[in-house]
């Protein structure tokens, strides 16, 4: 039943299944979706002109959730084709424009989903989905001064969610703030048969008894909040690094208390993350040849043995061809082990980071962290990106490599598959200083499963910076 006409039926109505369902907090509520993630009644077509015109004859796992608690899905939206991106940019329909502008210009929007965060940002819809591989959903947040959510890896069924890189892939969501993002949370949540990586009920059981074993041990409302010293980079633009540490101070003052950690492996992780996401995207769209998916490439006076060649040509954008082109060499015989296989090991060893420096065991391992829970914390607190979002224009006369880097705060929490969220920090400065013009996003990071952990805190922080401007 079509979200609209179902939108006029009231409190009561059919839900995804043909169940019928009450009033929930999604009721009648606006949702825009990133366009790699298939509806029916929309197109889906990941911003790419091989999947032009394309209609999915089924939903997505989350789109049946979200209809079936009664939210109107208010249509696509622009994204890096594919999901290959930071800035939104690299779309068969030209690049996603943030509302704010500079003396340059337009302001890059973040990416991959830059089109839901604008449309989260300019109120055109009450929240919107993203997906989020290496920070797509939270360096847009952190861009257009928004929240945006990246669950724990499997929480989320990816079913019905085109694939870039399967084991980074995680559906994400983005809104004016927590509360909205707990409500869109707790409906999409739970396991999904359909999805292969879809954590199994009986270890989301195991992962429940691990945060209220934790929960009943803690004593009182004060949080250790470590603070990544390998986060503290040179590029960190000082605008980002006060706004960091105002709310260090802040949250000081309000008896959580401050430690420094260290995560070593966070210098090799973005270069391990830009060879895993390239070999698992050549993979994935290995599939979109003009036979099986995607539109068909039929020039004249070319011979049907080039055909695959001109299809794939004409229908994939630099950025993806680049990283197609990345994907298959790291995968080579002759590469592999020195890329591909080197790259997993770095993975491992930013999993194992994190592991040792939350108080909160890793659910999904037997094998426990060690070390003294008194020297652990509970969350991490960083940027979520080293700068204010650049202007469009100056965007053009950057490397590849150096848009990578916008991703740099992003991509460890993405490789071990942690619960992370980017709130927006107030452009007011706590010490009178002159006003930011950009918006700036913290970032917080929990351990695997510790979703809830993140977003209670979210919403408190929201709090204690709403307070700090009055």
Not at 121 to 126: D, S, Y
Not at 454 to 465: M, P, Q
Request: aromatic share 6%; proline share 5%; with cysteine.
């Amino acid at each position: 039943m079509p979200s609209l006409l179902r939108a006029t039926m009231g409190d009561l109505f059919c839900g995804a299944a043909g169940q019928i369902i009450g009033n929930t907090p999604l009721t009648g509520k606006l949702i825009a979706v990133k366009d790699n993630i298939c509806t029916i009644g929309f197109p889906t077509t990941c911003a790419s002109a091989i999947l032009k015109g394309f209609e999915s004859p089924y939903n997505a796992h989350v789109i049946q959730k979200l209809e079936g608690a009664g939210a109107i899905i208010a249509g696509k939206t622009n994204l890096d084709e594919f999901g290959m991106g930071s800035h939104s940019t690299h779309s068969v329909f030209g690049a996603v424009h943030n509302e704010r502008r500079a003396e340059g210009g337009p302001l890059s929007a973040g990416g991959s989903s830059g089109g839901s965060a604008v449309a989260v940002a300019t109120e055109q819809c009450w929240a919107a989905l993203g997906t989020d591989t290496g920070g797509s959903v939270r360096l847009p947040a952190a861009y257009t001064g928004i929240v945006g959510f990246k669950p724990s890896y499997g929480l989320v069924s990816r079913y019905g969610v085109v694939a870039y890189a399967n084991s980074m892939d995680t559906v994400g969501i983005l809104a004016a703030d927590s509360e909205i993002v707990r409500h869109v949370f707790d409906q999409i949540r739970g396991y999904d048969a359909s999805d292969p990586t879809s954590v199994r009920p009986s270890t989301l059981e195991r992962i429940y008894e691990t945060v209220n074993s934790r929960n009943a041990n803690k004593k009182g409302k004060s949080l250790r909040i470590g603070v990544p010293k390998e986060y503290n980079i040179e590029e960190l633009q000082p605008v980002v690094r006060s706004a960091w540490l105002e709310v260090l101070e802040s949250l000081q003052a309000e008896g959580h208390s401050i430690h420094s950690v260290s995560l070593p492996a966070t210098k090799l992780a973005l270069s391990a993350y830009y060879v895993i996401a390239p070999a698992e995207a050549s993979s994935n769209l290995a599939k979109y040849d003009g036979v099986r998916y995607g539109n068909q490439a039929r020039p004249k006076g070319v011979s049907e043995n080039v055909l695959f060649a001109t299809t794939r040509g004409d229908g994939f954008g630099e950025e993806v061809r680049k990283r197609i082109l990345l994907g298959a060499y790291s995968l080579s015989a002759s590469a592999i082990d020195n890329y591909f296989i080197q790259a997993q090991k770095v993975r491992r060893m930013v999993q194992h980071d994190f592991d040792r420096v939350f108080a909160m065991d890793n659910p999904l391992l037997s094998k426990r962290s060690g070390g003294r829970v008194s020297e652990k914390v509970d969350l991490l607190l960083t940027p979520t990106a080293p700068s204010t979002p650049p202007t469009l224009a100056s965007l053009m006369s950057r490397s590849s490599v150096e848009t990578y880097g916008d991703d740099v705060m992003t991509v460890p929490a993405s490789l071990a598959g942690l619960p992370a969220i980017s709130l927006p920090v107030p452009n007011e400065s706590n010490h009178g200083e002159k006003k930011r013009t950009s918006p700036v996003g913290l970032q917080v990071i929990a351990q695997y499963g510790d979703d809830d952990m993140v977003l209670e805190f979210a919403r408190g922080l929201e709090k204690l910076l709403r307070s700090d401007r009055q």
